[in-house]
């Protein structure tokens, strides 16, 4: 989450220092800030994914992949007929979004009963929030990244998402200790 939080804070900087085209930075920037978002989403689903794997439930997956094809490839149409790329990408968005909030509490009751209310908290909402507001914070301090070079906003971008990284990262023994001390 921080590092994706700060691609969606810093995309347009990041899109001007890659690309030095901004026509191509402010035609793509509000997409390319859908689809990082629900490929974080979709990166949330990777560990309790796996978990499914390793108790041999496989079927779930493939349920939930042919509900979200019945689902998002009519919505793809629509939307991307109505909107165009961006009404695409936020069915990636969508369809991301739904897995982590109906599937994540049915993969959490099957297999880790009660922890669905903990994952949520203490996994997503505070690293989330912390993000956000560091990098919100960061957003404000360097808001005049025009008149810099353009390497010297991508080590800022690097420096930011590192400490914001490290600042989630300080609690994580606390929750080691916790899993093995119940």
């Given at each position: ?73 009519p ?28 599937s ?14 903990k ?64």
């Amino acid at each position: 989450l921080p590092i994706a939080i700060t691609v969606i804070f810093f995309t347009a900087d990041i899109l001007k220092a890659w690309t030095h085209n901004p026509l191509l930075v402010s035609n793509t920037t509000n997409l390319t800030r859908v689809l990082i978002a629900g490929t974080a989403l979709n990166c949330l689903m990777h560990l309790p994914y796996h978990l499914m794997l390793s108790k041999g439930i496989t079927k779930f997956t493939i349920y939930q992949n042919i509900l979200a094809t019945i689902v998002a490839v009519p919505l793809l149409f629509f939307l991307t007929k109505e909107f165009g790329a961006i009404g695409a990408s936020f069915v990636w968005f969508f369809v991301n979004l739904s897995y982590v909030m109906i599937s994540i509490p049915l993969v959490h009751n099957l297999i880790l009963p009660g922890e669905t209310f903990k994952w949520y908290i203490h996994d997503t909402i505070i690293p989330l929030l912390t993000s956000v507001v560091i990098l919100g914070f960061c957003k404000l301090i360097f808001i005049n990244f025009e008149a810099q070079h353009h390497i010297n906003i991508i080590l800022k971008i690097i420096i930011i998402a590192f400490f914001c990284l490290l600042t989630i990262s300080l609690n994580i023994p606390n929750q080691i200790k916790r899993l093995i001390f119940k």
